[in-house]
């Protein structure tokens, strides 16, 4: 139990366009849902906190409105990078926790791959 | 500023050995620590979690050691292998959901 599924696995973009990537819990409920970014040898960092009906909460020097977060349902949230540039380019990963609280673990995606040429 | 440190060598260990990653915080009261294993290119993988008041959890052939005096954790993985490989991320919570993640151990377990 406990799935999330991430898509896609790797994508690469021109400069200036933008990028969607989904996050699904399969076989649970999740009122929250966590996005991460991780450069190469380094820890993940929490970009944003996504709330199922309401809006994004972003950690500090997180661009909102370039980095847009939409968590439509119970199952579903979206992470849209606007307007990328190459130094966007990094592995993007989400959670979620089947309980509240997330005090038993967090469940990952397999995480996306964004390259920005 | 809050500081979680990991080994940042690579931890080389022969097969059947108790390999031991250690976990250091400062500036940090977390109320859960979590341990999790990531291969390359995957998102991580839930092992444990040790709460607070707790000061050892065991799962299988993992042990997590909890010190809040030492602002320290440990974390065992008794008769490796080499399926043992991968980068281990700890991650402290202090108690509203919010992870933060150290940099991860990577370990290598030899035949």
């Known amino acids: 139990g406990a799935v999330v599924s991430q898509h896609p696995s790797w994508v690469i973009c021109k400069s200036g366009t933008s990028v969607k990537i989904e996050c699904r819990s399969l076989d649970f409920q999740a009122t929250t849902m966590f996005w991460y970014r991780q450069f190469p040898k380094q820890s993940l960092m929490l970009m944003a906190t996504s709330n199922e009906g309401s809006k994004a909460t972003y950690e500090q020097g997180v661009e909102k409105d370039k980095f847009l977060i939409n968590h439509a349902s119970l199952t579903l949230s979206t992470l849209t990078v606007t307007s990328a540039h190459p130094e966007d380019s990094s592995f993007y990963i989400c959670?979620?926790?089947?309980?509240?609280?997330?005090?038993?673990?967090?469940?990952f995606g397999s995480g996306t791959r964004l390259t920005v040429v | 500023s809050q500081k979680i440190e990991q080994n940042s060598e690579a931890l080389n260990i022969q097969e059947g050995k108790t390999a031991t990653l250690t976990c250091n915080y400062t500036?940090?009261?977390?109320?859960?620590l979590q341990w999790y294993r990531q291969d390359p290119g995957r998102g991580p993988v839930f092992l444990l979690l040790?709460?607070?008041?707790?000061k050892e959890k065991r799962k299988e052939r993992l042990k997590v050691t909890f010190d809040t005096t030492l602002k320290q954790s440990l974390f065992h993985i008794t008769a490796s292998q080499p399926a043992d490989s991968a980068t281990y991320l700890c991650a402290l919570d202090p108690g509203y959901s919010t992870l933060t993640f150290g940099k991860g151990t990577m370990l290598l377990v030899s035949p």
């Open positions: 040790i709460r607070e008041n707790e």
């Open positions: 959670s979620a926790s089947p309980r509240t609280g997330g005090h038993y673990g967090y469940t």
């Open positions: 500036n940090y009261s977390p109320a859960y």
